[in-house]
């Protein structure tokens, strides 16, 4: 089947929305769900893999912003995974921020080991490092109240997602169930 890559059309929405969603269901984003897909503003882009029956199969959004141009999304819907569309969008992203004179391009990715695995394959360096926790009442009643110490009235606290510096890290995986190292991983364009 015939894809191209192409600039995001407002028309894509539904089937960006899937793409991401699809892609993200067995990775530690699989909560991360969206209903509409955030602006990407200039000179940041969003770009998509189309099928010819004009199904998204790839998105890439990238922010820009001074000297830094950030991945905001990478996806493959689970249809078109492992046939090289990743790095094609990839290919396509640095060209672009490298033509507006941006010298390094960089993501924030949680701890998957396939997604890792991509990052350093792609070229991507690791540099830094915070913590994700989440506290759901849901799995242990008592987490949401560790994560918020002061209470307001009428409001009972049911989740919680949290940044934790790393030096933190083995305490809160003793306190809370879902614990994410994010990274951050960079590389020269220019």
Same mark, same amino acid.
């Given at each position: 089947m015939n894809q191209?890559?192409?600039?995001?059309?407002?028309?894509?929405?539904?089937?960006?929305?899937?793409?991401?969603?699809?892609?993200?269901?067995?990775?530690?984003?699989?909560? &991360?769900?969206?209903?509409?897909?955030?602006?990407?503003? !200039?000179?940041?882009?969003?770009?998509?893999?189309?099928?010819?029956?004009?199904?998204i199969?790839?998105?890439?959004?990238?922010?820009? &912003?001074?000297?830094? !141009?950030?991945?905001?999304?990478? !996806?493959? %819907?689970? &249809? %078109?995974?492992h046939q090289g569309l990743g790095r094609a969008l990839l290919t396509e992203a640095r060209a672009r921020v490298s033509a507006l004179g941006v010298p390094t391009l960089d993501a924030w990715t949680r701890d998957d080991p396939s997604t890792l695995r991509w990052y350093r394959a792609m070229g991507f360096t690791e540099s830094q490092h915070y913590l994700h926790v989440y506290a759901n009442y849901y799995g242990d009643v008592s987490?949401?109240?560790?994560?918020?110490?002061?209470?307001?009235?009428?409001?009972?606290?049911?989740? !919680?997602?949290?940044h934790a510096s790393m030096e933190t890290e083995q305490l809160m995986r003793e306190q809370f169930a879902r614990v994410h190292v994010c990274r951050r991983f960079a590389m020269d364009v220019l």
């Open positions: 191209v890559i192409r600039e995001y059309r407002p028309a894509d929405e539904i089937s960006w929305l899937r793409c991401r969603v699809l892609s993200f269901l067995n990775t530690p984003y699989f909560d &991360d769900v969206l209903t509409t897909k955030p602006e990407v503003r !200039a000179p940041g882009f969003s770009l998509v893999v189309a099928t010819e029956l004009g199904a199969a790839g998105i890439v959004d990238v922010g820009v &912003d001074d000297e830094l !141009a950030t991945i905001d999304t990478i !996806a493959v %819907h689970p &249809d %078109h995974q987490e949401p109240d560790r994560a918020i110490s002061e209470r307001r009235a009428g409001l009972r606290p049911m989740a !919680a997602f949290l």
